[in-house]
Protein backbone atom coordinates (compact mmCIF):
# COMPACT_ATOMS: atom_id res chain seq x y z
CA UNK A 1 0.00 0.00 0.00
CA UNK A 2 1.64 2.91 -1.26
CA UNK A 3 -0.73 5.79 -0.63
CA UNK A 4 0.47 9.58 -0.43
CA UNK A 5 -0.65 11.31 2.82
CA UNK A 6 -1.26 15.36 2.06
CA UNK A 7 -0.04 16.75 4.95
CA UNK A 8 0.17 20.48 6.40
CA UNK A 9 3.83 20.49 4.95
CA UNK A 10 3.51 20.63 1.66
CA UNK A 11 1.69 24.16 2.02
CA UNK A 12 5.25 24.74 3.63
CA UNK A 13 7.61 24.01 0.17
CA UNK A 14 6.83 27.45 -1.32
CA UNK A 15 9.13 30.56 -0.23
CA UNK A 16 7.84 31.69 3.55
CA UNK A 17 9.72 35.05 2.78
CA UNK A 18 7.20 36.07 -0.57
CA UNK A 19 5.49 39.06 -0.16
CA UNK A 20 1.77 38.29 -1.47
CA UNK A 21 -0.01 41.61 -0.92
CA UNK A 22 0.84 44.78 0.21
CA UNK A 23 -1.51 47.35 1.82
CA UNK A 24 -1.70 50.47 -0.42
CA UNK A 25 -4.23 52.18 1.46
CA UNK A 26 -3.16 55.20 3.11
CA UNK A 27 -3.59 55.23 7.05
CA UNK A 28 -6.34 57.42 8.49
CA UNK A 29 -4.90 60.62 10.35
CA UNK A 30 -7.31 62.55 12.44
CA UNK A 31 -5.79 65.77 12.27
CA UNK A 32 -8.53 68.02 13.42
CA UNK A 33 -8.82 68.13 17.08
CA UNK A 34 -11.85 69.28 19.20
CA UNK A 35 -11.65 72.50 20.95
CA UNK A 36 -11.94 72.33 25.26
CA UNK A 37 -14.03 74.16 26.66
CA UNK A 38 -12.41 76.59 29.61
CA UNK A 39 -15.25 76.96 31.38
CA UNK A 40 -17.07 73.03 31.25
CA UNK A 41 -13.12 71.89 32.19
CA UNK A 42 -13.61 74.20 34.90
CA UNK A 43 -16.61 73.04 35.97
CA UNK A 44 -15.39 69.56 35.54
CA UNK A 45 -12.60 70.44 38.12
CA UNK A 46 -15.03 71.88 40.69
CA UNK A 47 -17.62 68.47 40.28
CA UNK A 48 -14.42 66.57 41.22
CA UNK A 49 -13.42 68.16 44.15
CA UNK A 50 -16.68 68.35 45.76
CA UNK A 51 -17.02 64.47 45.09
CA UNK A 52 -13.77 64.15 46.57
CA UNK A 53 -12.46 62.66 43.63
CA UNK A 54 -9.53 65.23 43.38
CA UNK A 55 -8.85 66.83 46.98
CA UNK A 56 -7.03 70.61 47.35
CA UNK A 57 -3.66 69.60 46.88
CA UNK A 58 -4.82 68.07 43.69
CA UNK A 59 -6.23 71.02 42.57
CA UNK A 60 -3.70 73.09 43.61
CA UNK A 61 -1.20 70.76 41.77
CA UNK A 62 -2.82 71.38 38.13
CA UNK A 63 -2.83 75.50 38.93
CA UNK A 64 1.03 75.37 39.38
CA UNK A 65 1.06 73.55 36.36
CA UNK A 66 -1.01 75.44 34.43
CA UNK A 67 0.78 78.65 35.16
CA UNK A 68 3.79 76.70 33.74
CA UNK A 69 2.19 77.34 30.66
CA UNK A 70 1.48 80.70 30.47
Known sequence: MSESLNTLSAGYKSSP????SSNTRPPIVDNELKKIDAKDLANTIKIWHSEERLNTED????????????
Open 17 to 20: TKIR
Open 59 to 70: VNYIISQLQTIV
